[in-house]
């Protein structure tokens, strides 16, 4: 008997893929790595936890932990030929173009590349984790003509990566609201660019390849660029006065709001609450409110227009001022989302490869039949 084949717009009701990495409620706006709610997570732990929580599947001993933080700054360094290739990036390529490139050459220098056991994509997964935030600070300091900072085992990825791009170590408060930003990014369900990830590795092609798919996927602007397109639309607005009558305009316009609205939550983010709190304290130390502020009262507005309809803020939406008020530049925010979910990228590649099925769907034919081949002569 034929298989009942259902057409399903942008699989919004389909379950592609099982997962144990993380859970999400849309109703109820709860996120859990593992089991463990993302508020515990972004209090208590920290980037490297959360990655081993993600690819271990539970939490480590202390002792794992430390092994576990060794074994990934043993991975920072780039290969030197990965700074050769930075600097010959036009230094006006997209920080995301630049990224897509550099992540995919990674594999030049990996004698593993293509080797598909369960210990190399570990080791393989060790190095895109470990060397992303090199990447993306090296192509900075490129770009601005300013000495590429090779990283430093004696900080950790967040740290470190901060003081790589700007070439002075942070201050403690924002290595920690650093690290807490890529806890929150790390893993989110079957999102499109992890979705892209599982789809290439399904093929038993590399974890490099997948990894390629996913920064090209993740870096649409309804997907992880809308962090950057928050941005956008602060700058364009300008001013508080301002708020009210752009925002009412483009509602009027049904145009999308960037950083409101989720394919699964018709709730609140849960991680937009914690950088929503995150981007008021920042705010309020740094004394530099008006980008806060500004989005509360977007917020306020929108909540009003649509929240009936299940349009909330989502993650971009206060990770954007967030990172602003970490003095980041603007296109480097899709960047600084796919350093953090590359560690759940790499997961769900792991994950996939346990139980592995090609994932190739159907797709409805619309077109002609019986249409018959015209010589070019009589066309
Ligand atoms: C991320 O999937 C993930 O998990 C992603 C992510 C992760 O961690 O990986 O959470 C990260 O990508 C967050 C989303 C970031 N994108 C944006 O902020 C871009 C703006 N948001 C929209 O483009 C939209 O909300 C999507 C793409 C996120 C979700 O779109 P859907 O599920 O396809 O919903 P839709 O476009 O069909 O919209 C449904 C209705 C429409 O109204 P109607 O035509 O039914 O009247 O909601 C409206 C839309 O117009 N709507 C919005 C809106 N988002 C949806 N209206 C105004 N502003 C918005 N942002």
Redesign the pocket.
Same mark, same amino acid.
Request: proline content about 2%.
């Given at each position: 008997m034929a298989t009942q084949l259902i057409f399903d717009k942008?699989l919004?009701n389909t379950v592609a893929a099982e997962t144990s990495l993380s859970f999400?409620d849309g109703e109820k706006g709860v996120l859990e790595y593992v089991g463990i709610e993302i508020d515990a997570l972004a209090r208590q732990s920290t980037f490297e936890e959360t990655t081993f929580l993600l690819w271990n599947r539970r939490l480590p001993s202390q002792d794992e932990l430390s092994s576990f933080e060794r074994d990934l700054r043993k991975e920072y360094e780039l290969p030197s030929g990965m700074i050769d290739m930075v600097r010959k990036i036009p230094r006006s390529a997209p920080p995301m173009h630049a990224l897509r490139t550099l992540i995919s050459a990674l594999s030049f220098f990996d004698l593993e590349a293509d080797v598909n056991t369960p210990a190399a994509n570990a080791r393989k997964a060790m190095r895109l984790v470990a060397r992303t935030p090199g990447l993306i600070a090296a192509f900075d300091r490129h770009r601005k003509g300013k000495p590429i900072i090779l990283a430093d085992a004696r900080f950790g990825i967040a740290e470190d990566f901060l003081r790589m791009l700007n070439g002075t170590e942070p201050t403690v408060a924002m290595a920690r609201a650093f690290d807490v930003c890529l806890i929150l990014?790390a893993?989110?369900?079957?999102?499109?660019?992890?979705f892209a990830a599982r789809v290439t590795i399904s093929t038993l092609s590399d974890m490099y390849s997948a990894m390629t798919s996913a920064v090209g996927t993740?870096k649409g602007?309804?997907?992880? =660029?809308?962090?950057e397109? &928050?941005m956008h639309m602060l700058e364009e607005i300008g001013t508080m006065d301002r708020v009210d009558g752009w925002v009412q305009e483009?509602?009027g316009q049904?145009?999308?709001?960037?950083?409101?609205?989720?394919?699964?939550?018709k709730s609140y983010?849960p991680?937009a609450t914690y950088l929503k709190t995150f981007s008021q304290k920042i705010a309020s130390d740094t004394g530099n409110t008006r980008l806060y502020e500004m989005s509360r009262r977007i917020e306020e507005i929108?909540h009003e227009a649509?929240a009936a309809? =299940?349009?909330y803020p989502? &993650?971009?939406?206060y990770s954007a001022t967030t990172y602003a008020s970490l003095g980041l530049d603007i296109d480097l925010f899709t960047c600084l989302?796919a350093m953090s979910?590359m560690s759940g990228w790499t997961g769900h590649c792991i994950e996939q490869l346990e139980g592995n099925r090609l994932i190739r769907p159907h797709a409805e034919y619309k077109g002609p039949h019986g249409v018959k081949y015209l010589p070019i002569s009589q066309r």
């Open positions: 942008g919004a999400i990014h893993d989110h369900g079957l999102n499109a660019s992890t993740l602007p309804l997907h992880g =660029g809308a962090n397109g &928050v483009r509602i049904k145009d999308k709001i960037m950083g409101f609205g989720h394919r699964i939550y983010d991680r929108m649509v309809k =299940g349009i989502n &993650v971009d939406f989302f979910r």
